[in-house]
């Protein structure tokens, strides 16, 4: 079992990166709340690169909700949805002044092979960007149906599932009119993932991890 932040010298620098207003919520946010609920040193740089009028404002109140306890810094850009990768030299642009200003020591990005144009781009570029970082992507149901096998798992207790999605339906009331947009939907997939890796109280987030370096 690897732990993460173990240093307590210094602050766990996190950075978030998700293309739309609850993309980080629904992928990682029951780590993040965990992570944070662990330690009170945590710096979380929470980035969403597609939001405008109420689905900004909808994504700066969540991102405060799953960061409270931790030092924030939570920026909300306006790419065009649906449109990232002909978009890409302004994307590319952001992250190359993004490194100068912020080194993580945790990333959390979208799955590489996700469906979404829009997450597949913010994936690759995650990767050109930090190549000397531990980089986790995360997982996001939806029609497509591209989930994969993750190869790495956050254990989760049950009140901390229930926080996450409390806070996710809470936040977005914007989405609720969308068939998948539900606490089963949440609930279901952390529970198989659970499954999948014998988690205590039955519940974990998946994530994808393609290189890892360990110090001993």
Not at 124 to 139: A, P
Request: overall charge neutral; hydrophobic content about 40%.
């Amino acid at each position: 079992m690897l732990n993460i932040g173990l240093n307590q010298v210094s602050p766990l620098r996190i950075l978030c990166l998700g293309s739309h207003s609850d993309d980080l919520e629904i992928g990682c946010g029951g780590t993040l709340l965990k992570l944070i609920a662990g330690r009170r040193d945590v710096i979380a740089h929470w980035i969403v690169f597609s939001a405008t009028d109420q689905r900004a404002d909808e994504a700066r109140k969540s991102a405060a909700r799953f960061l409270a306890g931790a030092e924030p810094d939570i920026e909300i850009k306006t790419f065009r949805d649906g449109f990232f990768p002909y978009l890409g030299p302004a994307v590319k642009e952001f992250f190359e002044a993004l490194k100068l200003r912020f080194s993580p020591d945790l990333i959390f990005t979208h799955f590489r092979d996700d469906r979404h144009q829009d997450h597949r781009l913010i994936s690759d570029l995650t990767w050109n960007t930090f190549r000397d970082h531990l980089i986790l992507e995360y997982e996001i149901p939806k029609y497509d149906g591209d989930l994969g096998s993750p190869n790495f798992f956050v254990h989760l207790d049950r009140a901390t599932c229930r926080r996450k999605v409390g806070h996710i339906i809470e936040s977005f009331q914007t989405q609720r009119n969308r068939h998948w947009f539900t606490e089963d939907t949440f609930l279901s997939l952390m529970r198989l993932r659970g499954v999948e890796c014998g988690a205590g109280d039955g519940y974990a987030e998946g994530f994808f991890c393609r290189k890892a370096v360990v110090g001993l």
